[in-house]
């Protein structure tokens, strides 16, 4: 039996370094195994739960397809002139039900039964409608002019950003991957590219498409011009027909394709130099992924965010402005480098009249190293500070955060802290207010958020506060408790 370590994959639950061994991935230290399907890692927390659930929501799609099938031969009975649209649909609908149960046929035998009846159901069936993998693999590998084109706007803003924001690119991970795309174009700026999606079908047909081609339907039945657009036989392929140029800079097997939730993955800490979440972050709340992206950036790492912001989740209090996330970024120790808008039609397709434009959103927000002389206690929105000495002070200036409007004024940069008996601390107008509010209970977080009670607080202020913080914590005026 042969094994291997792998040095970047970690197990879920303990964090210990995997092994391969026979196709399996092996935790060493608490033994959880870790399938692995067609090259493809299940590195999920509970992996025979996640296939019996897989199985379950594929299967109730497969049926909800014929289901499908069924209605409309009852809406077009006795329609004879309308033969042709019925037969086409019947036959694009059943292809793509019948790329699905092969997938239910690679998960069957892993499926433990008393698990398949505990499967969690989405209550909506999600996949009822056509599955969301066509559309992508349309766009992504059928190398039409409305996806190329749509895929050529990331990847510009992408390797733009990337280009001007890290100097030494080695390996990035694209999440929500999706039917990978995304992910191959950036194989050519990255030695090694991760990419991570929670849907078994999405790596499925990655994967696939590694080893060949796959014919498929797009199906349309609203907005539609010609009678011939309900249905359009599709080949997907990662050849691209045109621009060989591509295919000798781009390499798929740089792609490293895994399964796994953004909550928890499987990489080591400090690991990866930048993050693309392209048509991702609104997909989950920020707050239940994004320590993640930061546990496994290296610093000085780069997160890109491209895509719009319309949630579709019901807590209006976790959907993020742009301004709400750069907000949470600074907090967490990001710079950030790039914030621009690029439009561009999603999910185009000449064989619908219907477009979606959006005005997206371009972030890239650099990690910052970790200030090695906070050792060995590090700043974090969670650090609870106190004033460590004895201090004075002499208001001549302005105090409050509306002093750093006026920093570079020299008349209201006269308010002085005294501390170590004769050393002064000028232009301390904002650290007197934060000092006001430091008293060995309250967090980082709590401050900023009695900050933001009392002043109005932007970019530009949180960014001042936490360099006031730091250069307080450095003259050891303020300390972590
Ligand atoms: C809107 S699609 C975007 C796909 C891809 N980023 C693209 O633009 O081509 C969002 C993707 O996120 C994946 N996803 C949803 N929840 C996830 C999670 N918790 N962890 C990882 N991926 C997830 C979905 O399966 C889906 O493929």
């Known amino acids: 039996m042969s094994s291997e370590a792998r040095t970047d994959f970690i197990c879920i639950n303990c964090k210990t370094e995997l092994m391969l061994v026979s196709d399996t991935f092996h935790c060493g230290s608490c033994q959880q195994e870790y399938l692995v399907f067609d ?3 299940l590195l999920v927390d509970k992996p025979m739960a996640y296939v019996a659930e897989s199985y379950f929501l594929y299967k109730a799609h497969i049926r909800a397809q014929r289901n499908e099938v069924k209605k409309l031969k009852s809406y077009f009975e006795g329609k004879k002139e309308k033969a042709g649209i019925i037969n086409n649909l019947i036959i694009a ?8 149960e092969q997938i239910t ?3 069957l035998p892993h499926v433990a039964p008393e698990l398949l009846f505990q499967a969690q159901t989405n209550p909506t069936n999600q996949f009822s409608d056509y599955l969301k993998d066509f559309r992508y693999m349309r766009r992504d590998w059928v190398w039409d002019k409305e996806g190329e084109l749509q895929l050529a706007i990331i990847n510009q803003s992408l390797k733009e950003t990337i280009q001007t924001s890290i100097t030494q690119p080695t390996n990035v991970l694209v999440l929500g991957a999706g039917l990978g795309r995304i992910a191959y174009d950036l194989s050519d700026s990255f030695e090694k590219v991760y990419a991570t999606d929670y849907s078994f079908s999405m790596a499925h047909f990655f994967q696939r498409l590694t080893c060949e081609e796959i014919l498929f339907y797009e199906v349309n039945t609203n907005n539609i011009y010609s009678n011939t657009d309900y249905t359009r036989k599709l080949k997907a392929s990662v050849s ?3 621009n060989k140029q591509d295919s000798l800079t781009k390499d798929i097997r740089k792609v490293e ?10 990489l080591k800490d400090k690991s990866v130099s930048c993050v693309v979440s392209a048509y991702f972050t609104d997909v989950l709340a920020w707050k239940l992924w994004f320590k993640e992206v930061k546990r496994v950036l290296k610093d000085g790492g780069l997160f890109i965010h491209f895509g719009p912001l319309g949630y579709p989740f019901g807590d209006v209090s976790e959907r993020l402005s742009a301004e709400s996330i750069k907000y949470q970024l600074l907090k967490d120790g990001f710079q950030i480098c790039t914030d621009d808008r690029v439009s561009t039609k999603h999910l185009d397709s000449i064989t619908s009249m219907e477009t979606s434009l959006h005005s997206c959103w371009l972030l890239g927000a650099r990690k910052e190293p970790t200030d090695t002389s906070l050792e060995p206690k590090q700043l974090t929105s969670l650090s609870v500070l106190a004033i460590a000495k ?3 002070y002499r208001i001549t200036g302005q105090i409050g955060l509306t002093s750093l409007v006026h920093e570079a004024d020299t008349e209201t940069e006269t308010t002085e802290l005294i501390f170590d008996h004769d050393q002064v601390y000028t232009g301390a107008g904002v650290a007197l207010v934060i000092l006001k509010l430091i008293n060995g209970r309250r967090n980082l977080e709590q401050i900023m958020e009695q900050l933001s009670v009392l002043y109005q607080i932007g970019e530009t202020e ?3 506060i936490y360099r006031t913080i730091r250069d307080l914590i450095e003259k050891s005026i303020v300390k972590i408790n």
């Open 93 to 100: 609908i059943e292809h793509n039900a019948g790329l699905v």
């Open 240 to 242: 691209a027909p045109f």
């Open 39 to 41: 090259k493809v890692c």
């Open 257 to 266: 394709y895994f399964i796994a939730d953004v909550q928890r993955l499987p």
């Open 390 to 392: 004895e201090l004075s």
């Open 105 to 107: 046929k690679k998960l």
């Open 462 to 464: 949180t960014d001042h």
